[in-house]
């Protein structure tokens, strides 16, 4: 919940005139739902992408304040992060929840971002592997695999989201590795793109682009800054 319309607008035209023109990785914007539309202008004619922060699952009805799928693709929106860390703490969304909103989402040609994550708690218990699992399982419960190349999944352990505090090299290739093959053996064939989200910068991207398991990042407060942001992008194509 950050950036007014104009504000996105603006962060997106700076985006766009640094990176707006390279192919050599795909980049996305998830402005909050009042910048989308503008946002949609001002993406057109650029390489930019353009996200949303979340959906609800149903088509249309008596849900006030919520959003569709629908209302989405009418903007021209390509992704949707569902499944957010936050919306499950602090809107306790469920991974039924989550796999209700993304198969909305795929029944209206929009891609998802996945989020699967440990808290503290689980990762020093050593569930980390169990929570990753269940949450792929039961959030991608039913998912066709004729879709699986429209989908994308990133991994947010919860205790590194904004405290600089990362995951060792290891222990996040070990987690990665781990996640593509549960993928494996949900879809019998190649995985979707994992991400990894938390505490991405353009000091940290430097070591995470060295675990050739992970195929991007989801992005949080750093991309509030077209400069930080940026700065991530290009330290990781370079």
């Known amino acids: 919940m950050n950036k007014t319309a104009s504000e996105a607008v603006d962060l997106i035209e ?66 949707v992060i569902l499944g957010h860390s936050e919306r499950r703490q602090l809107f306790g969304e469920t991974n039924q929840i989550v796999n209700q909103k993304i198969h909305a989402a795929i029944g209206n040609n929009l891609k998802p971002i996945y989020c699967i994550g440990e808290t503290l708690d689980e990762r020093e218990a050593g569930k980390t592997l169990d929570i990753v699992r269940t949450q792929v399982r039961e959030g991608l419960e039913n998912f066709p695999s004729h879709s699986i190349e429209n989908l994308v999944i990133a991994y947010e352990p919860i205790w590194s989201i904004g405290t600089g505090k990362i995951p060792t090299a290891q222990d996040l290739q070990k987690t990665t590795i781990y996640i593509k093959k549960v993928l ?49 992008i290009k330290n990781y194509y370079r």
Not at 19 to 39: A, E, I
Not at 201 to 225: N, P, R
């Open 14 to 79: 700076e985006i766009k005139s640094s990176v707006g023109d390279q192919t050599s990785v795909q980049v996305c914007v998830c402005p909050p739902f009042t910048s989308l539309s503008q946002s949609s202008e001002s993406v057109e004619k650029s390489e930019v992408l353009l996200g949303a922060q979340d959906m609800n699952a149903a088509q249309s009805g008596a849900f006030t304040g919520e959003i569709s799928a629908e209302m989405l693709r009418d903007l021209y929106v390509s992704f």
């Open 184 to 232: 494996k053996g949900l879809f019998k064939k190649n995985s979707p793109a994992v991400l990894y989200g938390g505490s991405v910068d353009g000091s940290t991207v430097e070591m995470f682009k060295q675990i050739k398991e992970i195929d991007g990042f989801l992005i949080g407060g750093a991309s509030k800054s077209s400069k930080k942001f940026i700065d991530i």
